[in-house]
């Protein structure tokens, strides 16, 4: 398929921002799912070694991969898993070529963050670890995601945004540039999100499913997201063995 990135700008956003809705089908959103969920008992590569791969943390449920970065903001090289790599990275971001100008051309690490209802994320920037972009699939159920000027006060936080996105399930959320650098996103903690139209979220006109929201409002469900992004520093494992053995 040839897309037409333009075609899916979310105009009212600074530089750049874009969201395509159905971006993955049904029977896709319904893998990846499982995929989260089995992987919790096996680590990716070493079956027979069963490992945790959810982080419970205050708000919410976090996992890495392929790992964590290092203390120093360095991914130690390993591929991602085929069920994070097919068919979201290939075909389809090559197709959008969103990571071309990327380090490595394509992302090399994700995170996947579950929110059941009453959950969410507090108001940050994901920094310079990264290439500033940040690909985000939404699983399950939607979401809004609140976007804060940096410019202003933290306080501000505590009131409205300067703009909020809805994030279907199925959807795909690019943001890069100025987005990333100039602006903290989070995710309010409550049962339901409210005050949705055309006035209140700047994608509307870009909805596959604006009537499911047409009451204004709809009552949290479990939602996870894979959030694709493309780390700056890498080491090859023979740096690393380098490193451990001191030479
Ligand atoms: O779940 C999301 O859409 C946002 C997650 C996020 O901001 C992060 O992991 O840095
Ligand atoms: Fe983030």
Request: hydrophobic residues 40%.
């Amino acid at each position: 398929m040839v897309w037409d990135l333009e075609a899916v700008r979310i105009t009212c956003l600074p530089d750049d921002a874009f969201y395509i809705s159905d971006f993955i089908s049904e029977e896709e959103e319904q893998l990846l799912l499982q995929k989260v969920s089995i992987d919790q008992f096996f680590a990716s590569n070493v079956a027979s070694a069963p490992l945790p791969r959810w982080t419970q943390l205050a708000h919410r449920r976090l996992q890495t991969w392929p790992s964590s970065l290092t203390k120093n903001n360095t991914l130690l090289a390993t591929p991602l898993p085929a069920w994070l790599t097919v068919p979201i990275i290939a075909p389809r971001f090559k197709e959008l070529g969103i990571f071309n100008e990327a380090p490595h051309g394509a992302p090399n690490h994700v995170l996947v963050n579950e929110y059941r209802p009453g959950q969410g994320i507090m108001p940050h920037e994901d920094g310079p670890a990264y290439y500033p972009l940040v690909a985000t699939v939404s699983l399950g159920a939607p979401i809004v995601l609140d976007l804060y000027e940096k410019t202003q006060p933290e306080s501000q936080h505590l009131r409205s945004p300067n703009f909020r996105v809805l994030q279907e399930r199925r959807s795909l959320l690019v943001t890069r540039g100025q987005m990333y650098t100039e602006f903290r996103h989070g995710i309010a903690e409550k049962q339901a999100d409210a005050d949705l139209g055309a006035e209140t979220v700047c994608n509307w006109a870009l909805l596959g499913e604006k009537e499911a929201f047409a009451g204004g409002s709809y009552e949290r469900q479990t939602r996870t997201s894979l959030t694709y992004r493309d780390v700056r520093k890498v080491a090859t494992m023979g740096h690393t063995l380098k490193f451990l053995g001191g030479r």
